[in-house]
């Protein structure tokens, strides 16, 4: 393990997992995968994360920590609504284009089977973020004076699946670059949905 | 098995296949849980699918059939671009909507470990779509007189993100149902990605 990880050998698994999960499938790693990964015995694997599921339930929760981390609190600290909601934009768009961030994020839109409560306890954060992007949706298109027949529901939806479809299909070396592709959607969005 | 089923054998062992992969995950259904569920013997599920990769692949062909039949082909009947653009956008979440196409075409999308020769002429499907919107995009933003800076290309993956999304957060029984959000996705696009 690099020395940095030594101070919190936990993230490290997870980052070390995350990656193992995307290469060759969740299914298709064992433990034991992760623990060769990291040069640690199963037994020291195991003193960290009892189960695949723990490390996957984990995951996601870091993944939702990494969302309201980098979009949703610099976000909040924006008063005005039409550029606070550039910012999550932006934002959000920016951790699923960063090569680092987007292999913990990337695991939140896998259906890998989680136990009931613990995908529960995921969803309900998911739950909070599409919250947060209907009341701000709503709150821009009051400013605004929206008249179009889009509502904040519907756009929150489109504009998660704009963004979130971008694992799909997004290389680093492709034509589409961070900083162009975040202007377009933010065109599309606010021409679309705000009017 | 029921009745119908009978005389395509395939197609009734591909939507088994489907469901349980959606209930209990791809690599948590074996072929003997597929089998078990059509009430065939395991020589019988062998005699049609050699192994459960060729059920995916299958499946994931099967679903750009459907893309092709549903949406493409409807499509391409239709003389004018606009219209044509609309009939897609219809259609493709009509697709995603349907219940008995989107148990098949929800497969398109999950990141099973599929072999990278059986991998590349599913993405190879993949990139027709693609291309076909990108230029359909194109012409009506030409025939429009469109002046934003929205590209095509970005404008095709949004669309495509917008619906495909869908798969993630719909239920049948919600608030937003098909018509309604289909009108609502095409003002979203049209406005915001078309002028």
Do not use: C
């Not at 984990?58 to 610099?74: G, K, S, Y």
């Not at 259906?111 to 992007?133: E, Q, T």
Request: proline fraction near 4%.
């Amino acid at each position: 393990m690099p020395r940095d990880a030594v101070a919190d050998p936990r993230q490290e698994i997870l980052r070390t997992a995350a990656r193992l999960f995307q290469e060759q499938g969740y299914d298709g790693t064992s433990m034991n995968d992760v623990a060769a990964a990291l040069k640690l015995s199963k037994g020291g694997l195991y003193h960290h994360f009892q189960s695949k599921d723990e490390i996957l339930f984990d995951l996601m929760n870091h993944a939702m920590d990494i969302t309201e981390e980098r979009v949703i609190a610099p976000a909040k600290m924006i008063a005005d609504p039409e550029e606070r909601l550039r910012t999550v934009i932006r934002r959000h768009m920016g951790v699923v284009m960063s090569e680092r961030d987007r292999e913990i994020t990337v695991m939140l839109h896998e259906n890998h089977p989680l136990s009931p409560a613990l995908r529960k306890r995921i969803n309900s954060r998911k739950k909070d973020y599409i919250h947060f992007l209907e009341n701000l949706i709503a709150e821009v298109q009051r400013q605004r004076g929206y008249k179009g027949a889009v509502s904040p529901r519907a756009a929150a939806f489109a504009l998660l699946g704009m963004i979130n479809w971008i694992y799909q299909w997004h290389r680093p070396e492709g034509s589409l670059q961070e900083d162009g592709l975040a202007q377009q959607y933010t065109e599309i969005f606010f021409q679309g949905a705000l009017g």
